[in-house]
């Protein structure tokens, strides 16, 4: 089946997110009342540590002041956004990622856009 350079790219990156999320998901670790100013302190850094591999590895781009509360990544194209955080703004990305991945046929009746490939196994 013919797949677009942009499908394989975003199931790259749907997998690196579920690895990167899981990990930060781990650093950050259990959320409790009494310990509240170290569970945010791990969080921040874990959300600091997202933003800046995504941004230096894939090119994507964040909202620095996320107005109303509002944080949004852009990334291979598609943009997602969160009320919920930078983490919750990954999250919606990639599932929005799935989603276009899901509806590709590999067709592209503009005639525009990324290039159709055929997916090979190396030796």
């Given at each position: 089946?013919?797949?677009?350079?942009?499908?394989?790219?975003?199931?790259?990156?749907?997998?690196?997110?579920?690895?990167?999320?899981?990990?930060?998901?781990?650093?950050?670790?259990e959320?409790?009342?009494?310990?509240?100013s170290?569970?945010?302190?791990?969080?921040?850094?874990?959300?600091?540590?997202?933003?800046?591999?995504?941004?230096?590895?894939?090119?994507?781009?964040?909202?620095?002041?996320?107005?109303?509360?509002?944080?949004?990544?852009?990334?291979?194209?598609?943009?997602?956004?969160?009320?919920?955080?930078?983490?919750?703004?990954?999250?919606?990305?990639?599932?929005?990622?799935?989603?276009?991945?899901?509806?590709?046929?590999?067709?592209?009746?503009?005639g525009?856009?990324?290039?159709?490939?055929?997916?090979?196994?190396?030796?």
């Amino acid at each position: 089946m013919a797949m677009t350079l942009w499908i394989e790219t975003l199931e790259r990156l749907v997998a690196l997110l579920d690895e990167k999320l899981a990990v930060a998901k781990a650093e950050t670790g259990e959320f409790r009342h009494a310990d509240y100013s170290a569970w945010r302190a791990r969080h921040d850094m874990a959300e600091a540590k997202l933003v800046e591999f995504f941004t230096n590895e894939e090119g994507a781009r964040f909202n620095p002041r996320p107005a109303a509360s509002e944080h949004s990544v852009i990334m291979a194209g598609l943009r997602a956004s969160s009320t919920s955080g930078t983490t919750g703004a990954l999250t919606n990305w990639r599932t929005a990622a799935r989603k276009k991945i899901a509806v590709d046929d590999g067709f592209n009746a503009h005639g525009s856009g990324p290039v159709p490939i055929e997916r090979r196994d190396e030796p």
